[in-house]
């Protein structure tokens, strides 16, 4: 492998998959089980609150039963031993990458153990149930939302993230269809700019094509291998 010296990389939920979180888009996944307008967007919140903030109450609980896979922990190996910059941008809502070992993580969905309050916009910390209607810890109103990124709102971090792929040299995109915007536009504007695209991913996503490189297979495997490529580069 070539020296590269800034690395961008874009996760999605197949990286958590191995650890027995669900995906979106697969054979069995979320959204076979529930409606996207339903319990992904603004307006499903607004028509029906308990059935979105119970979908989140579970998902929020069942982290408690996964852990961290192979893929997880040698992103984590790679932040710690790369000598260049490294940005891990996430789209998952889990917490897989911090229990990993990452450090530097942009969750640009946001966060399962995040509450949102409608009321005054605080961003709090949050381990618990949401659909009991606790009280925002900083204005106590009773009116916290799940702290993630519906379809027609505006992700987190995008100026960073932006900022990141400017300068990048290698963009990678691991466990995602490649169906959602603006992540799924990533690997174009990194070639764009020059930099060098890989995906890893169990099968072809939908852009697979536009990537100069794209291997295929569980990511426990292919992204350990990766890493160990780049640090003996
Ligand atoms: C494995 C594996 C293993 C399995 N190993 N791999 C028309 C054109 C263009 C855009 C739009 C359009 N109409 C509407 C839009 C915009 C819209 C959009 O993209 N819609 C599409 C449906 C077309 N996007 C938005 O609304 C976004 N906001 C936006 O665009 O704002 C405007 C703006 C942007 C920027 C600047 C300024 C303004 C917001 C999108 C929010 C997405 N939210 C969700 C829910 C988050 C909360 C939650 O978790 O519930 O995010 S949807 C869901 O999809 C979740 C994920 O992060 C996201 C992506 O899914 P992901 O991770 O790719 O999962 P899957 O299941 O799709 O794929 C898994 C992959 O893993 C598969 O390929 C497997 O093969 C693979 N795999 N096992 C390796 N072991």
Request: aromatic share 6%; glycine share 10%.
């Given at each position: 492998m070539t020296q590269v010296s800034r690395i961008v990389i874009l996760t999605g939920a197949g990286i958590s998959a191995e650890s027995g979180i669900d995906t979106f888009r697969?054979?069995?996944?979320?959204w076979e089980k529930h409606s996207i307008e339903d319990v992904a967007t603004p307006e499903g919140f607004a028509r029906d609150p308990d059935l979105v903030l119970g979908f989140y109450d579970a998902r929020r609980a069942a982290l408690a039963d996964v852990e961290p896979n192979a893929a997880h922990t040698a992103l984590a190996r790679l932040e710690r031993d790369f000598s260049g910059d490294l940005l891990l941008v996430t789209q998952n809502v889990d917490d897989l990458h911090e229990r990993g070992g990452s450090t530097t993580i942009c969750h640009m969905h946001g966060e399962l153990k995040s509450a949102l309050c409608t009321s005054c916009g605080t961003r709090s910390p949050w381990e618990t149930t949401m659909i009991d209607r606790p009280p925002c810890p900083v204005c106590q109103a009773p009116t916290l939302r799940p702290d993630v990124v519906w379809f027609g709102e505006i992700p987190y971090q995008m100026r960073r993230i932006e900022e990141a792929m400017m300068g990048c040299d290698l963009f990678v995109s691991i466990g995602t269809s490649g169906a959602v915007y603006p992540a799924a536009g990533f690997v174009q504007q990194a070639k764009r700019l020059g930099a060098r695209t890989l995906e890893l991913n169990l099968e072809p996503s939908?852009?697979?094509?536009?990537?100069?490189e794209a291997r295929h297979g569980p990511a426990s495997e292919l992204v350990p291998a990766w890493v160990e490529e780049v640090l003996g580069a």
């Amino acid at each position: 492998m070539t020296q590269v010296s800034r690395i961008v990389i874009l996760t999605g939920a197949g990286i958590s998959a191995e650890s027995g979180i669900d995906t979106f888009r697969d054979s069995g996944g979320l959204w076979e089980k529930h409606s996207i307008e339903d319990v992904a967007t603004p307006e499903g919140f607004a028509r029906d609150p308990d059935l979105v903030l119970g979908f989140y109450d579970a998902r929020r609980a069942a982290l408690a039963d996964v852990e961290p896979n192979a893929a997880h922990t040698a992103l984590a190996r790679l932040e710690r031993d790369f000598s260049g910059d490294l940005l891990l941008v996430t789209q998952n809502v889990d917490d897989l990458h911090e229990r990993g070992g990452s450090t530097t993580i942009c969750h640009m969905h946001g966060e399962l153990k995040s509450a949102l309050c409608t009321s005054c916009g605080t961003r709090s910390p949050w381990e618990t149930t949401m659909i009991d209607r606790p009280p925002c810890p900083v204005c106590q109103a009773p009116t916290l939302r799940p702290d993630v990124v519906w379809f027609g709102e505006i992700p987190y971090q995008m100026r960073r993230i932006e900022e990141a792929m400017m300068g990048c040299d290698l963009f990678v995109s691991i466990g995602t269809s490649g169906a959602v915007y603006p992540a799924a536009g990533f690997v174009q504007q990194a070639k764009r700019l020059g930099a060098r695209t890989l995906e890893l991913n169990l099968e072809p996503s939908e852009g697979t094509s536009i990537f100069h490189e794209a291997r295929h297979g569980p990511a426990s495997e292919l992204v350990p291998a990766w890493v160990e490529e780049v640090l003996g580069a």
